[in-house]
């Protein structure tokens, strides 16, 4: 079996080392006739652009990416530059730098990858996939008979902030800078995902669409890990399948279909405050210009956020989301669960993250009212300020830097929900629900908790079950994502998630059970 | 100000500061030597697993004891002067007191064995006991084999730990089954069971006799009191029991038996001092309890009473309605009320047995054998609602109340298969009833009193 483990270990390692060494390779000249494409598609004024490119790069081969990148941005930056010291504001080119560079490269590159794209497709996410499943299967062997197995995790350099947690840190960090700020680097990985998305879409791939691949095949592979750690508990294994279903289905495959029928790219499941674009002119613009269909998406996207969203909280909890239907959960739950075990349990990690997510549910309701405001007034700021400014702000620090790079990218040092615990406004807004308004609870067996600490430990949202447990009272935190791991961790039995009367829900309780009558009165007394 | 001091950091003695601190002002210092804070002994043995660290088996944060003015003193308590009232340590210092609680625990028992003070033999008991483990059982290279004597939950716990590392175990249990002192004969042999399927080598009705050292003092083998045979092994775990750790009070005149002697509110002989936990023992035994119950939860309990009396509102330790709980490998136990092992079978109560054909779930409940009487059950596997049975037992329900209503009972997690009904069908065909199964119902479940 451990020799399975190890052959596996290395096809995954071989898999990744390719997969990152893809983009060192390949080479990349802009032809002529797609450069004037461009430039007619985007309606490109700049002549000092245009000529920059057509010297530099027109014609040149480059063999890596950068170079090329650094040629493209460069002659964007310059020209920019000039154009509004003169105050030609039509000239300037309002597109990012390395998004205009990774159209550029997108058509511009040539060779090895680009010719053999499913032979790279098998030597990165074939051998990545074949070396996980070798490594994980042998695990219904390995882990021992069903049960709760967190055997080592504290001893393992993976799952204890050790050098191979902080080596997986750095990677996923430099992916997700690579994904949100430089996509002109990665043009090769999209390249191996062309025809996944050439078959759905109609179109080559994006950036966005190889994430989006990407993402459900870690998640269908994790899954399986899930699967086997917990084929003892039936909550777990229909949750993760829950979970699994909704990424591939309404996440991946619907919206890719959707723009194949020349629809609008839209995830059904993704309510807002989450999706935070949402009411942003160029969506609303787009959805109303996609007649009944569209039209049906703006209702529905209003619907969910509304009116499904609280009524499915009130009955079942925010864990029917965040636990079951959620995207960011998914990866959580799935990639993220070797590290759930990370995160800050201290009173004073609860004092922040009250602040930070309410602070960007605040902020997001902030922007969405002046996006709205300019919508239909026309005016392009409020109180001086611009709502593109605040949208881009938002998109930068909560979109891309808090969602992606730390929300994912610090799974292995911080714990698997940084993002849901501390950023996103969808799980703030679901959580004074489940607070205030819910029949879910998280409810403690009596006197039976022995305070060990396995609830606590092994609670991704840094929840301190425990100090709930050991005093016999029902666990109502906002933050409680409904994952279910306390319950299945405790050797006790202690913990049990249910959706029962509104009545009785909130119990402070100071003495617990098992102590004479008398004793209580006394206390209730008081 | 009145000044509290408490010997030992344990459960007992911190719940009895945390709720003294509640009731009142006073002064409290809590002196141990084991560790300075105080931390969950029964997870211990997911440390060694590599569950958790030992931060996480720290109830409270570090800042906890100086927000909530609780005193923590480092060191080793010598001698208690009554007279005096004064704690003379170890290493000199004297500390005053004007009400003393004895909350210093247990210490593993050792029958005289030969051998059985060498390098690597130990029980499981305090923090010093893992680090020593960690010693000399940290992988399975340096400990090729481990010896655990003593068929109780310690041993099993210490089975599975070292299990969880790889090291070959050879369990010796006194008993010709499992714990059967205190299981019925069923479940006794599922756990026997479960213990075999975990590869570890069970011996029953196997005493040890003595302890071999190697020449280093080191322990090199046990030899077995039955066959004689000698079992190679690196480490061996003592976990026959355990016994109160009384030994320095001994000499100052508060009154001791096996553990410290305390009438019902907790009080020793000597006034102004208590006793709570591991180290106190009842004058009379309360209701089917043990006069000495080293149980997590009664020392808890004895500590929030403690309190009380302490802040000038006497109370009496009145246990309610006896519940346990503990994991064997893989299946979790739980009971409620009293089911009682074959040895100390009363003879008006009867056992029902339901098993599971996977041979990891099964229930036992005693009734009374002519009133019909709900006295206890035992569940294996099948999580139960601890509020469902305490309040049946206060109402001296019958067993086709119980039975009927077990649905209010199950605690299992969401979409777990319910057994409800195929063990009512085994007992209205064991007992030629037609006892029907109750859905489920909220409204009983969270009735509030």
């Known amino acids: 079996m451990k020799q399975i483990q190890y052959i596996g270990l290395g096809l995954f390692l071989t898999g990744l080392a390719i997969f990152i060494s893809l983009i060192f390779l390949g080479r990349y000249e802009l032809s002529q006739d797609v450069f004037d494409e461009v430039v007619t598609n985007k309606g490109i004024k700049s002549e000092l652009f245009i000529n920059d490119i057509n010297t530099n790069l027109v014609g040149n081969e480059f063999t890596d990416p950068f170079s090329f990148s650094s040629k493209v941005t460069t002659a964007l930056e310059s020209a920019n530059t000039t154009h509004k010291e003169n105050s030609e504001w039509d000239k300037v080119i309002w597109t990012k730098p390395h998004s205009f560079s990774y159209e550029l490269a997108k058509s511009s590159g040539n060779g090895i990858i680009k010719d053999n794209k499913m032979l790279f497709w098998i030597l990165t996410f074939g051998l990545g996939i074949l070396g996980a499943l070798f490594f994980i299967i042998p695990q219904v062997v390995t882990l021992g008979r069903p049960g709760i197995k967190n055997n080592g995790i504290y001893h393992h350099a993976s799952t204890s902030r050790g050098w191979i947690g902080w080596f997986v840190f750095i990677f996923l960090v430099s992916f997700y800078v690579l994904l949100y700020f430089y996509p002109d680097f990665i043009v090769n990985w999209t390249y191996i995902v062309d025809p996944f998305s050439m078959a759905l879409s109609g179109n080559l791939a994006s950036q966005w669409f190889l994430y989006g691949f990407l993402y459900s095949t870690v998640m269908t592979v994790m899954a399986v890990r899930m699967y086997i750690k917990y084929r003892h508990n039936k909550y777990q294994i229909l949750r993760t399948t829950s979970v699994l279903f909704f990424q591939i289905v309404f996440a991946f495959l619907i919206p890719e279909i959707l723009v194949r029928f020349e629809k609008p790219w839209y995830d059904f499941k993704n309510a807002f405050p989450l999706d935070y674009d949402f009411f942003f002119s160029w969506n609303l613009n787009q959805l109303i210009e996609s007649g009944g269909f569209g039209l049906f998406i703006l209702v529905w996207g209003i619907v969910l956020t509304v009116v499904v969203v609280p009524v499915m909280v009130y009955f079942f909890g925010k864990r029917w989301y965040c636990s079951w239907v959620c995207g960011c959960g998914g990866l959580a739950e799935t990639l993220g669960d070797p590290y759930r075990q990370l995160s800050d349990k201290s009173l004073k990690a609860w004092q922040l993250e009250r602040w930070l997510v309410h602070g960007v549910l605040v902020f997001a309701l902030v922007m969405t009212g002046f996006t709205l405001y300019s919508y239909f007034s026309g005016a392009d700021a409020v109180l001086g300020i611009k709502t593109q400014t605040i949208q881009d702000i938002y998109g930068f620090l909560i979109g891309a830097i808090f969602a992606g790079v730390i929300g994912t990218g610090f799974y292995p040092i911080f714990g698997n929900r940084v993002w849901c615990r501390f950023g996103c406004p969808l799980a703030a807004y679901l959580g004074f629900v489940q607070r205030f308004k819910s029949r879910f609870r998280i409810t403690t067996n009596g006197g039976q908790c022995i305070s060990c600490g396995n609830c606590s430990t092994y609670c991704e949202q840094g929840i301190d079950v425990r100090a709930y447990a050991q005093k016999g009272e029902n666990i109502i935190r906002s933050s409680c994502v409904g994952c279910g791991i306390c319950a299945a961790v405790c050797p006790r039995g202690v913990l049990k998630l249910e959706n029962g009367p509104e009545n009785g829900r909130i119990n402070p309780t100071e003495i617990l059970l098992g102590n004479d009558v008398d004793l209580m009165d006394l206390l209730n007394q008081k | ?449």
């Open chain 2, 1 to 449: 100000m009145e000044h509290v001091v408490i010997i030992g950091n344990g459960i007992s003695g911190v719940t009895a500061a945390r709720h003294i601190r509640k009731l009142s002002d006073k002064k409290i210092t809590i002196v141990s030597a084991e560790t300075d804070h105080f931390f969950s002994r029964t997870a211990l043995m997911y440390i060694y697993m590599g569950h958790m660290t030992y931060e996480h088996t720290k109830p409270y944060e570090d800042w906890f004891w100086e927000k909530n003015r609780i005193e923590l003193k480092s060191g080793f308590v010598n001698q208690i002067d009554t007279s005096s009232k004064t704690l003379h340590f170890e290493k000199g210092d004297l500390l005053k007191y004007d009400q003393l609680i004895l909350a210093a625990g247990s210490k593993p028992n050792k029958f005289g064995w030969p051998g059985q003070d060498l390098n690597g033999v130990q029980g499981l008991y305090s923090k010093q006991d893992l680090d020593n483990l960690e010693v000399y059982a940290p992988d399975n290279k340096s400990c090729k084999r481990a010896v655990i004597v003593g068929g109780g939950l310690i041993g099993i716990e210490l089975a599975e730990m070292l299990h969880s590392r790889h090291i070959p175990v050879t369990f010796l249990v006194r008993e010709t089954s499992f714990w059967n002192g205190v299981l019925p004969e069923g479940e006794s042999e599922m756990v026997n069971r479960e213990i075999t399927r975990n590869g570890i080598d069970l011996r029953l009705a196997s005493n040890l006799k003595e302890i071999i050292s190697d020449e280093n003092g080191n322990v090199k083998s046990v030899i077995l009191e039955e066959t004689e045979e000698e079992i190679p092994c690196n480490v061996v775990g003592l976990t026959a029991g355990v016994s109160p750790n009384i030994n320095f009070i001994k000499d100052s005149g508060i009154a001791i038996n096996r553990g410290v002697l305390v009438n019902r509110f907790l009080e020793t002989n000597i006034p102004d001092i208590y006793a709570i936990g591991d180290c106190a023992e009842q004058h009379e035994a309360i209701g089917n309890r043990r006069p000495i119950e080293a149980v997590w939860y009664t020392g808890r309990m004895m500590g929030e009473v403690v309190a009380q009396t302490i802040c000038d509102n006497r109370l009496e330790y009145k246990p309610g309605h006896w519940f346990n709980s503990a994991k064997f490998f893989d299946i979790e136990y739980q009971t409620y009320g009293w089911v009682h092992g074959k040895k100390e079978q009363p003879d008006h109560e009867v056992h029902f047995h339901w098993k599971h054909p996977d041979d990891t779930k099964c229930i036992t409940i005693a009734f009374h054998k002519e009133s019909r009487q709900f006295l206890g059950i035992n569940n294996f596997g099948i999580r139960m609602r601890h509020e469902f049975f305490d309040r049946v037992l206060s109402e001296n329900r019958s067993i086709e109340y119980v039975l009927a209503h077990l649905a209010d009972a199950n605690f299992d997690p969401e979409f777990y298969k319910l057994h409800e009904k195929t063990i009512i069908q085994k007992f209205n065909n064991d007992h030629n009833t037609t006892i029907q199964l109750k859905k489920k119902s909220w409204k009983r479940i969270f009735q509030t009193s």
